[in-house]
C-alpha cells in the first residue's frame, strides 16, 4: 500500500481492504440511513416504500454501485474526464461529460442540505450533553424542534460548524482520517441503534411499527412513492453522484468490487432497518405523526432518551455519532468536483473551499425555508423539500440510469471479466446493468411523467 497523505494525492491507494470497505461504508452510511430513510418510509406510507426500496436496493443499487466503483478503478478519480476518455471513439462522446458534470453539480446540491439537517443533529448532541432534552413529552419534543427551526441565526450557526468540519477533514486527507474515524466509530453507533431499537421495542408499539415497515399497502405504491423509493436506494448508497467512481479509482487491484459492494449494500441496509425499528415503535407507542416529515426522528428520539436511565449521555452520544456519520458522508459530496476541477495539488484545496462555500450559501436557501421563507413555494414545495426533491428523487435516479447505461453499453470494454472473477457473475451484472436497470428507471420516469 501506498501512503495514505491524502487527496491531493496524485494516484493514492486505499492502505487495505478492509480500509476501503470502511470509507465506503463511511460514504454509504450516514443521515440517509437514520435521518431521510424513517422519515422517507412515514411520508410514504411504510411498508410499500420500504420494500420498493429495497427491490431497487438488490436488483438497480447494487449493479450500479459495483458500476461506479469499476468505473473509478479503469477512469480514475477526475469522474469528468475519466467518462470522457473511456467514451472517446464511442458514439455522444462529448455527453458523456455532461454526464459527469451534471453528478457532481447534483451532490453540491446534496451537500447543501445535509449539511444543515447534520447541524440540527449537532444542536441536538449539545443540547443532550447539557440536559436540554430531558422530560421531554412528545408536545414538548416537538416545540423543542419548533423553536431550532424558527432560529435562523442558530441553525446557520451550525450549519457552518459541520461545513467547516467538512473542510477540514478533507484538507487534512480524506482517508486518514475516515479509516479512523470509520473503524471505530460506525460500529459503536450500530451497537447504539440496536440498543435504541430493542428500548423502544420495549417501551413502544414494536408490532405496529413492523407491520407499519414491512407489510405493503400495494395501493400506497404511487408512482412518486416508487420514484421516492427508487431515489432514496441511490442516495443511501451515495450512487449516482460520481462518490462512489472517486472513491472506486483508490481501491487496489487486489480486491474484489462486486464482493465489496455487495457489504457495503449489506451494512447500509441494516443501519437504515434499524433506524427503522428504532424510531416507529416510539412513533406509534406515543402517539406521533408517522408522516411528521424531515423533523421525525428529532421530534421521537429525545422522547427515548428522556425516558431511558442515562438518557443524556445516550442521546449526546447517539446524535453525535450521527454527526459523525454525516461527516464521513458529506466529504464524499465534495470529492467529485473538487477532483474534475482542482485536479490535484494546491488548486484543489482552493477548489474544496468555493465549493464548500457555495454549498453553504445555497444551504442558507434550505435554512430560510423553515423560517423567514416558510411561506415560499417552487412547484408547491418549500424551498427544503424543493432542494431535496429535485437533487434526490430526480438528479440522483437520472445519474445513476447515466452510469448503468454508460457501464453497459459505453465503457463495457474496458471492464473485463476479470473484475468480477467469474463469467457468470459478469454476465449476470451486465444483464441488470443493460438491461434490468434501465429498464426499471425508465418505467418510473415514464410513470410518473404520465
Ligand atoms: N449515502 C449517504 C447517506 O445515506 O446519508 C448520502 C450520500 C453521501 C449520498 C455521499 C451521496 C454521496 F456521494
Ligand atoms: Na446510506
Redesign the pocket.
Same mark, same amino acid.
Given at each position: 500500500a501506498r501512503t495514505q497523505t491524502g487527496a491531493a494525492d496524485a494516484a493514492p491507494e486505499w492502505s487495505s481492504r478492509a480500509a476501503f470497505i470502511a470509507a465506503a461504508v463511511g !460514504? $454509504? /452510511? %450516514? &443521515? %440517509?440511513?437514520i435521518w431521510?430513510f424513517p422519515y422517507m418510509a412515514g411520508v410514504s406510507g411504510g411498508g410499500a416504500f420500504v420494500l420498493t426500496y429495497l427491490g431497487f436496493v438488490a436488483l438497480v443499487g447494487v449493479p450500479v454501485l459495483i458500476a461506479e466503483l469499476l468505473l473509478g478503478r479503469h477512469g480514475g478519480p477526475s469522474i469528468v474526464q475519466a467518462l470522457g476518455r473511456m467514451a472517446a471513439g464511442a458514439r455522444g462522446g462529448r455527453l458523456w461529460n455532461g454526464l459527469g458534470w451534471f453528478v457532481a453539480l447534483t $451532490?453540491l446540491g /446534496?451537500l447543501s442540505f445535509?449539511s444543515v439537517v447534520a447541524g440540527w443533529a449537532l444542536a441536538y448532541a449539545a443540547k443532550a450533553a447539557v440536559g436540554g432534552l430531558s422530560a421531554l413529552t412528545p408536545q414538548a419534543s416537538t416545540r423543542t424542534f419548533d423553536a431550532l427551526l424558527a432560529d435562523p441565526a442558530q441553525m446557520i450557526a451550525w450549519h457552518t460548524l459541520v461545513m467547516g468540519a467538512v473542510v477540514a477533514i478533507v484538507a487534512r486527507g480524506v482517508k486518514g482520517g475516515i479509516e479512523r474515524a470509520v473503524r471505530w466509530l460506525m460500529p459503536l453507533l450500530t451497537a447504539l441503534l440496536v440498543v435504541l431499537a430493542v428500548y423502544a421495542g420495549g417501551v413502544g408499539d414494536f408490532a405496529r411499527a413492523v407491520e407499519f415497515l414491512f407489510r405493503p399497502d400495494v395501493s400506497a405504491l404511487t408512482p412518486e412513492v416508487a420514484m421516492a423509493a427508487a431515489g432514496h436506494a441511490f442516495?443511501? *448508497? !451515495?450512487l449516482g *453522484?460520481g #462518490?462512489m467512481m472517486v472513491y472506486g479509482a483508490y481501491v487496489p487491484k487486489s480486491v474484489s468490487i462486486p464482493r465489496a459492494a455487495v457489504w457495503v449494500a449489506a451494512a447500509d441496509t441494516v443501519c437504515a432497518l434499524l433506524a427503522g425499528l428504532a424510531i416507529f415503535p416510539l412513533v406509534f407507542g406515543f402517539g406521533l405523526d408517522p408522516a411528521a416529515g424531515p423533523g421525525l426522528i428529532f421530534v421521537t428520539l429525545p422522547v427515548a432518551f428522556a425516558a431511558m436511565p442515562g438518557g443524556a449521555v445516550v442521546g449526546a452520544l447517539f446524535f453525535l455519532l450521527i454527526v459523525v456519520a +454525516?461527516l464521513t !458522508? +458529506?466529504v #464524499? &459530496?465534495i470529492e467529485p468536483l473538487a477532483a474534475a476541477l482542482g485536479g490535484a495539488g494546491e488548486r484543489r484545496r482552493v477548489w474544496t473551499l468555493r465549493l464548500a462555500a457555495g454549498a453553504w450559501a445555497l444551504g442558507l436557501a434550505s435554512v430560510f425555508s423553515f423560517n423567514l421563507w416558510s411561506d415560499v413555494r417552487l412547484f408547491g414545495q418549500t424551498v427544503f423539500d424543493f432542494i431535496a426533491h429535485v437533487t434526490g428523487d430526480l438528479a440522483l435516479p437520472l445519474g445513476g440510469l447515466g452510469f448503468a447505461v454508460f457501464a453497459g453499453w459505453v465503457a463495457g470494454r474496458s471492464l473485463t471479466a476479470a473484475d468480477f472473477g467469474s463469467p457468470r457473475v459478469h454476465a449476470a451484472w451486465l444483464l441488470l446493468v443493460r438491461f434490468v436497470a434501465p429498464t426499471v428507471l425508465a418505467l418510473v420516469f415514464l410513470d410518473l411523467l404520465v
Amino acid at each position: 500500500a501506498r501512503t495514505q497523505t491524502g487527496a491531493a494525492d496524485a494516484a493514492p491507494e486505499w492502505s487495505s481492504r478492509a480500509a476501503f470497505i470502511a470509507a465506503a461504508v463511511g !460514504s $454509504a /452510511v %450516514g &443521515l %440517509g440511513n437514520i435521518w431521510k430513510f424513517p422519515y422517507m418510509a412515514g411520508v410514504s406510507g411504510g411498508g410499500a416504500f420500504v420494500l420498493t426500496y429495497l427491490g431497487f436496493v438488490a436488483l438497480v443499487g447494487v449493479p450500479v454501485l459495483i458500476a461506479e466503483l469499476l468505473l473509478g478503478r479503469h477512469g480514475g478519480p477526475s469522474i469528468v474526464q475519466a467518462l470522457g476518455r473511456m467514451a472517446a471513439g464511442a458514439r455522444g462522446g462529448r455527453l458523456w461529460n455532461g454526464l459527469g458534470w451534471f453528478v457532481a453539480l447534483t $451532490a453540491l446540491g /446534496v451537500l447543501s442540505f445535509y449539511s444543515v439537517v447534520a447541524g440540527w443533529a449537532l444542536a441536538y448532541a449539545a443540547k443532550a450533553a447539557v440536559g436540554g432534552l430531558s422530560a421531554l413529552t412528545p408536545q414538548a419534543s416537538t416545540r423543542t424542534f419548533d423553536a431550532l427551526l424558527a432560529d435562523p441565526a442558530q441553525m446557520i450557526a451550525w450549519h457552518t460548524l459541520v461545513m467547516g468540519a467538512v473542510v477540514a477533514i478533507v484538507a487534512r486527507g480524506v482517508k486518514g482520517g475516515i479509516e479512523r474515524a470509520v473503524r471505530w466509530l460506525m460500529p459503536l453507533l450500530t451497537a447504539l441503534l440496536v440498543v435504541l431499537a430493542v428500548y423502544a421495542g420495549g417501551v413502544g408499539d414494536f408490532a405496529r411499527a413492523v407491520e407499519f415497515l414491512f407489510r405493503p399497502d400495494v395501493s400506497a405504491l404511487t408512482p412518486e412513492v416508487a420514484m421516492a423509493a427508487a431515489g432514496h436506494a441511490f442516495f443511501t *448508497l !451515495s450512487l449516482g *453522484l460520481g #462518490a462512489m467512481m472517486v472513491y472506486g479509482a483508490y481501491v487496489p487491484k487486489s480486491v474484489s468490487i462486486p464482493r465489496a459492494a455487495v457489504w457495503v449494500a449489506a451494512a447500509d441496509t441494516v443501519c437504515a432497518l434499524l433506524a427503522g425499528l428504532a424510531i416507529f415503535p416510539l412513533v406509534f407507542g406515543f402517539g406521533l405523526d408517522p408522516a411528521a416529515g424531515p423533523g421525525l426522528i428529532f421530534v421521537t428520539l429525545p422522547v427515548a432518551f428522556a425516558a431511558m436511565p442515562g438518557g443524556a449521555v445516550v442521546g449526546a452520544l447517539f446524535f453525535l455519532l450521527i454527526v459523525v456519520a +454525516a461527516l464521513t !458522508s +458529506a466529504v #464524499a &459530496l465534495i470529492e467529485p468536483l473538487a477532483a474534475a476541477l482542482g485536479g490535484a495539488g494546491e488548486r484543489r484545496r482552493v477548489w474544496t473551499l468555493r465549493l464548500a462555500a457555495g454549498a453553504w450559501a445555497l444551504g442558507l436557501a434550505s435554512v430560510f425555508s423553515f423560517n423567514l421563507w416558510s411561506d415560499v413555494r417552487l412547484f408547491g414545495q418549500t424551498v427544503f423539500d424543493f432542494i431535496a426533491h429535485v437533487t434526490g428523487d430526480l438528479a440522483l435516479p437520472l445519474g445513476g440510469l447515466g452510469f448503468a447505461v454508460f457501464a453497459g453499453w459505453v465503457a463495457g470494454r474496458s471492464l473485463t471479466a476479470a473484475d468480477f472473477g467469474s463469467p457468470r457473475v459478469h454476465a449476470a451484472w451486465l444483464l441488470l446493468v443493460r438491461f434490468v436497470a434501465p429498464t426499471v428507471l425508465a418505467l418510473v420516469f415514464l410513470d410518473l411523467l404520465v
